[in-house]
């Protein structure tokens, strides 16, 4: 799916994960950026997380920034899932 | 036994941290919060994140309801469309104000589990009144579906609709408090009260509780974890009332079987009622008899 806007979703709040997503054009690929606080023990699950929503999406072309503050599966999903909804312009019940 | 609610704590719906941690901190019932809580431009993050802990995350014995946003707003109906197939213990109905609008949301919700193939004896509804309308048709919105086990007072708001102060001492909402608790009683049901919204005050809160206590309510909605063990405190039995609560049970099941149905402990009377006050406050205290 092609991704219409820039959108973020998350907090920097401690056991939250902000995500920055930004679309690409076609071909470009996924460029990801990982940052965590638990990056040595967790980051190889964040980016097979991160990369497991966007197939599930079929989202190919994206520039996708996260920043980790020791957010559980739930909340990384639940994050992912927010800005990724809200990139394709698929959000529902919300005044964004 | 019914499940306690004693205390009903409320976790803002889109703080990761606090979901994840909300059976860790001893309340009955947990009230995870799409509604006040939440900001307008994130009630989608919101929704998504309660939905994805309620998936996950064990919230062990502790009853799970979740309030979502009224029908009137844009958000009601995508908050039932993601919990409803979820079956939490609970929905929780902000301002409910008349049975009409209870219906509407029944037939929205047992609508959802048709499509889901769930039962519509699971998941109960608590109906809050908050408005001087929703305590004026509170006896006919407890009474209307077996759906809803507890009817809750939101004094916040209560006060705001009656353009009032909400005084410490509660007197703009005493009338309100008392009829919705005799509502719920005829009918049954639990009645739980409104916050105590400043944290600091452990003394105002014991005796706001005790008050609560003394007028009927089952329980009372708590705001931070600190206030949890203070109405515990108040809600559970003192060693003296169940001593003399395990005393009456004895005396009661002796002189019936003597045929006997009036009787006295200590120069008073015990009856029928006085023997049902004695079994509440074992059923308070966990104690089987």
């Not at chain 1, 679309?23 to 965590?36: A, D, T, V, Y």
């Not at chain 1, 079929?58 to 503050?69: F, M, P, Q």
């Not at chain 2, 014995?61 to 995508?78: A, K």
Request: net charge negative.
């Amino acid at each position: 799916m092609e991704l219409q806007r820039n959108a973020q979703a998350g907090t920097f709040e401690s056991s939250d994960i902000m995500i920055l997503i930004e679309p690409l054009k076609n071909k470009q690929g996924r460029k990801i950026e990982i940052s965590s606080s638990v990056m040595l023990q967790y980051g190889d699950m964040l980016s097979e997380l991160v990369n497991n929503i966007l197939d599930k999406y079929e989202i190919e072309n994206v520039h996708l920034i996260a920043k980790d503050k020791g957010a559980l599966e739930p909340t990384i999903i639940a994050r992912l899932e927010t800005a990724i909804t809200r990139a394709l312009n698929q959000q529902k019940g919300t005044l964004l | 036994m019914k499940t306690k609610r004693r205390t009903m704590l409320y976790i803002p719906g889109n703080n990761p941290a606090m979901l994840q941690q909300g059976g860790i901190y001893g309340a009955d019932s947990l009230l995870l919060d799409l509604e006040d809580a939440v900001a307008l431009n994130e009630k989608d993050s919101a929704r998504i994140l309660v939905k994805n802990m309620l998936n996950s995350i064990s919230y062990y014995n502790t009853e799970v309801c979740v309030r979502v946003n009224h029908l009137d707003t844009p958000f009601g109906i995508e908050d039932l469309e993601t919990i409803v197939p979820l079956q939490p213990d609970a929905i929780r109905f902000p301002k409910t104000e008349t049975v009409k609008e209870l219906k509407k949301l029944i037939d929205i919700i047992e609508s959802i589990e048709n499509k889901h193939n769930l039962p519509h004896n699971k998941m109960t509804i608590h109906a809050m009144i908050e408005t001087a309308l929703g305590v004026q048709n509170v006896f006919e919105i407890a009474k209307f579906s077996k759906r809803v086990d507890a009817i809750t007072i939101g004094g916040q708001d209560l006060t705001a609709d009656m353009n009032i102060v909400n005084a410490k001492d509660g007197s703009g909402i005493d009338l309100a408090r008392k009829m919705i608790v005799m509502a719920a009683k005829a009918n049954n049901i639990d009645a739980i009260d409104t916050v105590f919204v400043d944290v600091n005050d452990e003394e105002g809160l014991r005796l706001e509780t005790e008050y609560a206590k003394k007028i009927g309510f089952t329980g009372k909605a708590v705001i931070n974890p600190r206030q949890i063990d203070i109405i515990h405190e108040v809600y559970t039995p003192t060693e003296a009332e169940i001593r003399r609560a395990f005393r009456i049970i004895k005396e009661f099941k002796k002189n019936k079987d003597a045929g006997i149905g009036v009787f006295a402990i200590d120069g008073k009377m015990v009856d029928a009622p006085v023997v049902a006050r004695a079994r509440h406050t074992l059923d308070l205290a966990e104690i089987k008899y």
